[in-house]
């Protein structure tokens, strides 16, 4: 069964210093694993994916992530922060899997940036 | 990337009335349409996946008989809120997927903010 875990779910940082949100996931297939953010009152924006291709993804606004099948993770970075970062934002899994089809959401991480 | 309208963005209506939501991927044909939940400063909580013809599958816990979801085509899934309570607000977001059998990308509509006064 797939399963994504954000190990924090509140990060704050000083703008202009480093950003890693956590993620790790389980999953029986090959996943697909992408990050996505939601500012407040808004819609889901894709970030960045993962589909079996390079394990270093680079997504928009700065923003990528590594992956690590040995160590189950996804893990989102940015080396430096922009107080427009300041949003919440999901790892997701997918894989086509026994029961089907699904992406599971994670339950999101709470970014904050201090001018 | 490929593009999923959701219609309306936002809606308020009074209890016991019903409220549709519908979800067009525009440039390509969705096999797959999925519904999902979300409440206030909260995850996504998967509610049922649609395969264009067939009946929705539920996740547990959610009533079919108050979601309808009906996928009718290969471009519209609508999600029915039949007659809705204010527990029922929420922000109801689609996504929609297509192409291979082995695609895992799913892509997302923009949501909608149900109020149920």
């Known amino acids: 069964a797939q399963s994504v875990t954000q190990l924090d779910s509140h990060v704050s940082v000083s703008e202009g210093t480093p950003v890693l949100l956590r993620c790790n996931y389980s999953?029986?297939?090959?996943?697909?694993l992408f990050w996505y953010v939601q500012h407040p009152n808004k819609g889901l924006q894709l970030l960045l994916k993962y589909t079996s291709a390079a394990t270093l993804v680079k997504g928009i606004n700065g923003f990528e992530a590594e992956f690590k099948k040995s160590e189950t993770s996804f893990h989102l970075t940015k080396p430096s922060a922009h107080m427009s970062d300041a949003a919440e934002y999901f790892c997701v899994v997918s894989d086509q899997g026994a029961g089907g089809f699904k992406t599971i959401f994670g339950a999101g991480t709470r970014l904050f940036v201090k001018a | 990337g490929a593009v999923v309208s959701q219609h309306p963005s936002r809606v308020i209506c009074k209890s016991g009335t019903s409220v549709k939501i519908e979800c067009r991927s525009l440039?390509?044909?969705?096999?797959?349409m999925f519904w999902y939940r979300q409440f206030p400063k909260q995850s996504l909580m998967l509610m049922a996946t649609?395969?264009?013809?067939?009946?929705?599958?539920?996740e547990q816990g959610v009533e079919k008989d108050k979601f309808l979801i009906n996928h009718a085509s290969l471009t519209l899934s609508t999600l029915t809120v039949t007659s809705a309570h204010p527990e029922d607000s929420s922000f109801y977001i689609c996504?929609?997927?297509?192409?291979?059998?082995?695609?895992?990308?799913?892509?997302f509509g923009q949501g909608t903010r149900l109020t149920v006064v």
């Open positions: 440039d390509f044909q969705a096999t797959t």
């Open positions: 996504s929609a997927r297509g192409g291979s059998p082995l695609n895992t990308e799913a892509f």
């Open positions: 649609s395969n264009e013809g067939s009946k929705a599958t539920y």
């Open positions: 999953s029986s297939y090959s996943p697909s």
